[in-house]
């Protein structure tokens, strides 16, 4: 079953070589229970691990069941191994962090197979006597129960051949001999047993004993013939397992992934900071950002579109007339002037302001007063919801009606309706016919705290001026804005005649610049904070692959065990990238909770405009997926081409 054919195996270290193997000819037959014995040194080992398919040869021929293995790619060598070989090494190799029967069931997992593994590795344990400790990890048991352990998982999937290399090396004499009869059990239910061992009474339990000396045969000794010929299995057992994405085999990657990350809790929590404050950032960037837009798309709208603004005076001081320089003083007659600039401008609004004493039955409050014209309602979105706006009618004719703001609304009549009332303003009496839409702050002033009445009425009637103080101008779109304001410039200084030394006689705001500054400003903050947030990504990224990398060394060993009873190359990197995917996932939602949380905390207590967006959290959580895959990417490449062997013997 077992026959190799003048194998060489040539160690390279540096200049000098090691010849481990020195032309090995050998059978050995379904059954048969073979010990290797000779000198440290004498390339014992270096052939088990050829013959369990662990390491190949350099020249030679190996067949195991007739079919020739020399020339087998990794992958099918790790399926075999995992279907017909069963591993138990001198140092035990079981996997702390895991429990016994954990431990034990580990080769299911690479096997892409379903079933009780749990009741399999519990018949397993009860095998070598060890039923009752399934739970128990494997620290936390002898160095004879570790080894029983560990004979249990090389039994797990039943296999023909059972590898040995030192199985009592570790043990003293009374589990040497425990271990011994539960191998020499398993030789006669059949099973080919090939251990290696320098010590004689060791030895002794084997049917053939073969020494070997400087890397060749030099005894080949048979105690009994007495080999009971045993039927091999149905089925091609060489053939090799299914395809890595099966669920079972994912699902057994993702707990291992897990137990290994929470066995190193605070490892992974530190390394993964990076992520959780980079995410964090995001999210609360985004809701502030989000948040910002639209209380700014709130007031823009309240604000109007495509608005020009005329004043008298200088525009330097924000608008207002100061110091000596003359002031132009708008008339009706101009702003009709300036409709009849159509198409270039669609409406028109002159407007006055001045303050007013208010006072509804014992309620008495000062606030804003605004003349205004018939299209202003539109131009501003100033139309009442509730009530309505004014008709031409009632401002040509002055009359004496008024459109509250909210604030005044509530100051005046409470929670009342002002619908029909009269109110006095200035002791004037108004009728109410309107409330104006609540536009809430803009900066320091409460826009809500403002009467509207119609222009003609606020100038002759209310305010005393023969003039407006201003002239709204919708310009038809936003292309036209900078024609417009020529041909508005143009208008006013003919109109006025103004003398080029009263250059800042008038002025005309464009208020589509004040959007578009607040939009850019928003703009360079969210790009600021953007920056912060992908630099601490990337910084908690390196972060990420550092813990990795120095995971895969730590876990040599582990990765060389997991090769040995069936990891392909894949296998172990999926593993290794499901674990780092794992951990920047985890930091991705800690860092969405604690991202949501600052945004809550910012909007509560700061009064912050705040905004969390599904997409944030979306884009944050898929961002550290990928953080993960990427900086994972290299360590468990690293991982996965490791050598079984020498991964084992890795100190
Ligand atoms: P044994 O198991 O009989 O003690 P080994 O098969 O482990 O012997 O080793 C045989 C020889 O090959 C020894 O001289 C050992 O130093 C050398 N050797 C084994 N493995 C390696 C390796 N990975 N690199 C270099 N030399 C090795
Ligand atoms: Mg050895």
Redesign the pocket.
């Known amino acids: 079953m077992i026959e190799v054919v003048d194998i060489t195996r040539t160690?390279q270290?540096g200049e000098s070589s090691?010849n481990?193997l020195n032309g090995v000819s050998l059978r050995i037959e379904q059954g048969e229970f073979v010990a290797i014995m000779?000198?440290?040194?004498?390339?014992?080992?270096?052939?088990m691990h050829i013959l369990g398919l662990l390491d190949v040869p350099d020249t030679g021929e190996y067949r195991l069941m007739g079919k020739l293995v020399s020339g087998m790619s990794e992958d099918e060598l790790a399926s075999i191994r995992n279907n017909v070989a069963g591993f138990v090494f001198q140092q035990f190799h079981l996997l702390t962090r895991m429990s016994t029967i954990d431990n034990v069931m580990l080769p299911c997992i690479y096997s892409g197979e379903r079933g009780d593994f749990r009741k399999a590795a519990l018949d397993r344990l009860e095998t070598v006597g060890l039923g009752h400790r399934s739970g128990h990890r494997p620290n936390q048991m002898s160095g004879g129960e570790q080894q029983r352990v560990a004979i249990a998982r090389a039994l797990i999937r039943d296999p023909m051949i059972i590898f040995a290399d030192e199985p009592t090396g570790n043990l003293d004499t009374k589990n040497s001999h425990e271990i011994m009869r539960i191998l020499t059990d398993l030789h006669a239910k059949g099973k080919t047993i090939i251990m290696?061992t320098h010590e004689p009474d060791i030895a002794e339990y084997a049917s053939r004993v073969i020494t070997?000396k400087d890397?060749k045969l030099l005894e080949d000794r048979r105690k009994s013939t007495a080999a009971a010929p045993v039927k091999l299995p149905e089925g091609d057992l060489l053939t090799v397992g299914p395809t890595l994405l099966q669920p079972s085999r994912m699902l057994g990657f993702v707990v291992q992934a897990f137990q290994s990350i929470v066995s190193n809790k605070i490892r992974t929590l530190l390394s993964v900071l990076g992520i959780l404050v980079g995410v964090a950032s995001v999210i609360a960037m985004m809701a502030l950002g989000n948040g910002a837009k639209a209380s700014m798309e709130e007031q823009l709208k309240s604000m109007g579109s495509n608005l020009l603004s005329l004043r008298g005076g200088s525009a330097k001081i924000g608008g207002a007339a100061q110091g000596t320089g003359t002031v132009t003083r708008f008339t009706e007659k101009d702003a009709e002037a300036l409709a009849e600039l159509a198409p270039l401008v669609r409406r028109v609004s002159g407007d006055v302001t001045g303050s007013g004493q208010m006072v509804y039955m014992d309620k008495n409050w000062s606030s804003g007063v605004e003349g205004v014209d018939f299209d202003y309602g539109d131009m501003r979105a100033a139309v009442p919801s509730v009530g309505r706006w004014f008709t031409r009618q009632e401002i040509l004719g002055r009359e004496k009606v008024a459109i509250l703001g909210t604030t005044v609304v509530t100051k005046l009549f409470g929670d009342a309706n002002p619908l029909d009332r009269i109110v006095k303003i200035n002791r004037i009496n108004f009728r109410v016919i309107g409330i104006a839409p609540a536009k809430g702050f803009n900066g320091p002033r409460d826009q809500d705290d403002i009467a509207l009445i119609p222009v003609t009425t606020a100038m002759y009637r209310v305010l005393g001026k023969n003039y407006l103080d201003g002239i709204f101008v919708e310009v038809s779109n936003a292309e036209n804005i900078e024609p417009a304001k020529k041909a508005i410039d143009a208008l006013i200084r003919k109109r006025h005649k103004v003398q080029p030394k009263d250059e800042d006689s008038f002025n005309i705001r464009d208020m589509t610049q004040f959007q578009q500054m607040l939009s850019s400003t928003t703009q360079t903050m969210s790009m600021l904070l953007g920056s912060i947030a992908a630099i601490s990504l990337v910084v908690g990224g390196i972060g990420i692959m550092n813990i990795m990398l120095v995971s895969v060394t730590e876990r040599t060993k582990e990765i060389g065990l997991r090769k040995a009873i069936g990891a392909r190359k894949a296998d172990i990197m999926l593993q290794f990238l499901i674990e780092s995917v794992g951990m920047t996932l985890s930091g991705g939602i800690i860092g969405v909770l604690v991202g949501v949380g600052v945004s809550v905390i910012l909007s509560t207590f700061a009064g912050w405009a705040v905004k969390t967006s599904v997409f944030s959290v979306v884009l944050a959580t898929g961002f550290s997926v990928l953080i993960g895959l990427f900086f994972g990417l290299w360590p468990a490449q690293k991982a996965a081409g490791l050598k079984p062997?020498?991964a084992l013997?890795y100190e």
């Open positions: 160690y270290i090691v481990a000779g000198a440290s040194g004498s390339g014992k080992s270096s052939l290696v070997m890397g062997v020498e013997r």
